[in-house]
């Protein structure tokens, strides 16, 4: 088992996405670091991912080794740290070892078969999943296989990764208006819009739509949706959920069947629709439910 504290995989998808702007796709760069930790038998703790450089080819020539290996300070391999593994992104590619990574991987691999190699998209994250999976190679160093890994703490991986980006490249409202925003909830027979945000949400931050069923009993459903928004920012986040079919088909009393977070562009309202709603029950019988809107006025004073 590998075990990743949430501070260092904050520090590694900071540098991923300081080089892959989530706003604009067309100058993405992959990014390549160290990883560090302390090996106790069949357990690697990591401590650190030490970033080493950033490029259209991830790949590092061995001849650089030297250098990198300088970047670690003699007293941190005093205390017991060791190089555990490499860590490089896929920015919007997803999670493999490519050829080149394969042979990257032998060579770390060689200087310890623990060693690991760590791929992480970006992209990929949900609130859930982490956007990353650690690969080792089989003993003949060619075939590459998951291994597994947890953190030392709980973490919403979406939160982190939208934190970061407000953090990196959104720019401050040139206004400052109180935006007047609260939990509100509009009900048809079971399905409920839960808009949430911050009461003093200010323009281009977040808001969350929640799409909830609550069913008086469990029963069998499938359901099909489409959402349309506007007044929201042009990103590739938002972009796609601006418009979404989603067939849910489960037996179920209550479930969260959906969550988009959208940003207003400018003070105005943002509308939030979600338009042809079916939902059958386990009589297979079709029920069209009217169309539901969501309005919500953002103001200046
Ligand atoms: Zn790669």
């Known amino acids: 088992m590998i075990r990743i504290p949430k501070i260092v995989y904050e520090k590694f998808l900071r540098f991923a996405l300081e080089n892959a702007n989530p706003l604009d796709s067309r100058d993405w760069k992959e990014c390549i670091g160290l990883v560090l930790g302390r090996i106790k038998e069949e357990e690697i703790l990591v401590t650190d991912i030490v970033p080493i450089g950033s490029g259209t080819a991830v790949f590092v020539d061995i001849a650089d080794y030297e250098k990198v290996f300088s970047l670690i300070s003699p007293s941190r391999i005093d205390h017991g740290e060791v190089i555990v593994g490499w860590a490089h992104t896929h920015p919007g590619l997803g999670l493999f070892l490519s050829g080149t990574d394969i042979h990257t991987q032998q060579m770390y691999q060689q200087m310890h078969p623990k060693a690991f190699a760590l791929v992480l998209d970006p992209t990929k994250i949900s609130p859930e999943f982490s956007g990353f999976n650690i690969f080792r190679l089989d003993e003949f160093g060619s075939n590459p296989t998951t291994v597994d890994y947890s953190f030392d703490e709980h973490c919403d991986f979406f939160t982190i990764r939208e934190t970061l980006i407000s953090e990196l490249y959104l720019v401050p409202p040139v206004l400052k208006p109180p935006a007047i925003i609260s939990e509100s909830e509009v009900l048809w027979n079971g399905i409920r819009i839960i808009l949430s945000g911050d009461k003093e949400s200010l323009i281009n931050q977040f808001f969350q739509v929640k799409l909830v069923v609550d069913l008086p009993f469990r029963q069998f459903i499938r359901i099909e949706y489409q959402t349309e928004t506007d007044n929201v920012t042009d990103n590739p986040f938002t972009r796609k959920l601006l418009y979404q079919k989603i067939l849910y088909h489960e037996t179920i009393t209550s479930g969260t069947l959906g969550i988009f977070s959208f940003r207003p ?29 969501f309005k919500t006025e953002v103001q200046g004073k």
């Not at 509308?271 to 809107?293: A, C, E, G, V, W």
Request: charged share 15%; glycine share 4%; net charge positive.
């Open 265 to 293: 562009t400018n003070i105005g309202t943002v509308h939030f629709r979600i338009n042809n709603i079916f939902l059958t029950d386990y009589r297979q019988s079709l029920q069209k439910m009217p169309d539901l809107q």
